[in-house]
């Protein structure tokens, strides 16, 4: 192991670069969350990229100074990142489920799914940047705002999507679950009644 090569990966211009990066990219996602009035926003996104980035850049420079980066640790770190992010955002389903009283009957409504996968996907930019894969952040970071952009306004112009939400009821008297079907039958009526 050489100094000079150790010092150059452990410079400050590199990695105030991947953390500034990590910032940027959880910052787009978190900035367009922030708009829409999500609970998890700008400052959410941001720590969670930067969180991953952080992660990812310890055992690259801890191994060897990064001359001899052990893959084994790199890929530890990665599934504990994924992992612990899960939780997150499952507390986020969960916060905006509870959340929502429009209505006084039993009636289970899972709320906040792209919001928990926005969550992930700010990670999963974080880790590729604190890999140093940043092209594969910057074009991630394009690509999912893409998705929660017109991917949405899209969804929003079709019709038979926006009718077609599944609900689940409780029955008050029994406690069952219910769900409401016709909505899936009815377009396959037609199908079953030549048989």
């Known amino acids: 192991m050489t100094w ?3 010092f150059l990966m452990d410079d400050w211009l590199i990695v105030i ?3 500034s990066l990590s910032l940027f990219v959880g910052g787009l996602i978190g900035w367009e969350r922030q708009l829409a009035h999500k609970p998890a926003g700008l400052r959410t996104h941001m720590l969670v990229s930067f969180g991953s980035t952080l992660f990812v850049m310890v055992p ?3 191994g060897g100074f990064g001359v ?4 084994d640790a790199l890929s530890r770190v990665i599934q504990g990142v994924t992992a612990g992010i899960g939780f ?5 389903i969960l916060h905006q489920s509870r959340n929502n009283r429009e209505t006084k009957r039993n009636t289970v409504k899972v709320q906040g799914l792209t919001s928990a996968a926005a969550i992930w996907v700010s990670a999963a930019l974080g880790v590729a940047v604190g890999a140093g ?11 999912t705002l893409f998705t929660l952009k017109l991917i949405k ?5 079709i019709p038979s999507l926006a009718d077609r939400t599944p609900s689940i009821k ?3 008297s029994t406690g069952r679950l219910r769900q409401k079907q016709d909505i899936y039958t009815e377009d396959y009526e037609d199908d079953y009644e030549d048989e």
């Open 133 to 143: 894969l940043y092209a594969i952040g910057l074009i991630g970071a394009v690509f």
């Open 17 to 19: 670069c991947k953390l």
């Open 60 to 62: 690259l420079h801890v």
């Open 153 to 157: 306004y899209l969804e929003g112009r």
């Open 170 to 172: 409780v029955s008050k």
């Open 4 to 6: 000079g090569y150790a």
């Open 88 to 92: 997150l955002g499952a507390g986020e």
């Open 68 to 71: 001899h980066p052990n893959p």
